[in-house]
């Protein structure tokens, strides 16, 4: 199993920005299908983006494109999520998770999580 850590939650403003970080130990998280998942008081966990192993392909929830860009750096066992244009129905805690092979979209196909970061956006 590959530990993951996020990392750069904080509370912003409305159209602002921000970059979190998804940080591996334990294995090199470049053999991995690495996704950012989200999750807001009182709704379900979302799927906001993943990407595959090399970088080459991503994906993103509909309410996300265009703002969002997921990438990786493999040299630094680390995969980031860069948030613009924020809004207020953002405000979630975002995980980020681990996968061997095949994206998905769906939660329950990952095996390793991170604790999850607060993102506030504020109106």
């Known amino acids: 199993q590959v530990e993951l850590v996020e990392s750069g939650g904080r509370l912003v403003q409305a159209g602002g920005s921000l970059r979190l970080s998804c940080a591996a130990s334990g294995r090199t998280l470049s053999s991995y299908v690495v996704g950012w998942f989200r999750q807001a008081p009182g709704k379900e966990r979302e799927f906001v983006a993943n990407?595959?192993?090399?970088?080459?392909?991503?994906d993103y929830v509909d309410s996300v494109k265009g703002r969002f860009t997921i990438f990786r750096v493999n040299t630094k066992n680390t995969v980031y999520l860069q948030m613009n244009s924020l809004k207020p129905e953002d405000t979630a805690v975002y995980y980020c998770?681990?996968?061997?092979?095949?994206?998905?979209?769906?939660?329950?196909?990952?095996?390793?999580w991170g604790q999850g970061t607060q993102v506030t956006v504020s109106s």
């Open positions: 990407i595959d192993w090399d970088g080459r392909t991503t």
């Open positions: 998770a681990a996968r061997w092979t095949g994206a998905s979209t769906l939660w329950s196909d990952y095996s390793s």
